[in-house]
T-cell receptor, first 110, second 114 residues
Framework: GESVGLHLPTLSVQEGDNSIINCAYS??????FIWYKQESGKGPQFIID?????DKRQGQRVTVLLNKTVKHLSLQIAATQPGDSAVYFCADTGRRALTFGSGTRLQVQP | GAGVSQSPSNKVTEKGKDVELRCDPI?????LYWYRQRLGQGLEFLIYFQGNSAPDKSGLPSDRFSAERTGESVSTLTIQRTQQEDSAVYLC????????????FGPGTRLTVT
């Protein structure tokens, strides 16, 4: 069946380092992917998106890479800050609603 | 402007009771979604409303779950005869339209069934 999953449940990085969060998907028909950030006790917050006709998109301190050959996308956060500590979800929109992975918890060590 | 709001923020109920959760989407957003998030898990799609079209109920886990939406405004998710496995955070999201994939989430309602 379709699924969106993440490789690592927890990622710990030092403040100032770059973070890379990975995600695998199985639905070849997915045409749009989104990364969400969820802080404790809050709803998910949109970070960045990418369409299937692109392989890279940059935002402020964040970059999303899409490799359709191996059905893999990643979120890169530059100069990670304490405020980046949260759970990060990738989601695809092959259907009308989002299909979410289980999330990766990013812990930023001071 | 105001974001998506949900009420109550927390709800504790006894097994077997019915509960109603409310979602107020962003004004002007025609699409509204309900998700369930169990502890340490990702988001599980429940139901989707788009304008006056028939809702997509394909994610509802059982007939104890139902949802309504009044026009393009408030939505209520009802869980009848609650079970302990219904304990989760219920998240509502809205978007400008189904074609506008960016969804804006509310803070969620944490439901605990004792």
């Amino acid at each position: 069946g379709e699924s969106v999953g993440l490789h690592l449940p927890t990622l710990s990085v030092q403040e100032g380092d770059n973070s890379i969060i990975n995600c695998a998907y199985s639905n070849s028909a997915s045409d749009y992917f989104i990364w969400y950030k969820q802080e404790s006790g809050k709803g998910p917050q949109f970070i960045i998106d990418i369409r299937s006709n692109m392989d890279k998109r940059q935002g402020q301190r964040v970059t999303v890479l899409l490799n359709k050959t191996v059905k893999h996308l990643s979120l890169q956060i530059a100069a990670t800050q304490p405020g980046d500590s949260a759970v990060y979800f990738c989601a695809d929109t092959g259907r009308r609603a989002l299909t979410f992975g289980s999330g990766t918890r990013l812990q930023v060590q001071p | 402007g105001a974001g998506v709001s949900q009420s109550p923020s927390n709800k504790v109920t006894e097994k077997g009771k019915d509960v109603e959760l409310r979602c107020d989407p962003i004004s002007g957003h025609t699409a509204l979604y309900w998700y369930r998030q169990r502890l340490g898990q990702g988001l599980e799609f429940l139901i989707y409303f788009q304008g006056n079209s028939a809702p997509d109920k394909s994610g509802l886990p059982s007939d104890r779950f139902s949802a309504e939406r009044t026009g393009e405004s408030v939505s209520t998710l009802t869980i009848q005869r609650t079970q302990q496995e219904d304990s989760a955070v219920y998240l509502c999201a809205s978007s400008l339209s189904s074609a506008s994939y960016e969804q804006y989430f509310g803070p969620g309602t944490r439901l605990t069934v004792t």
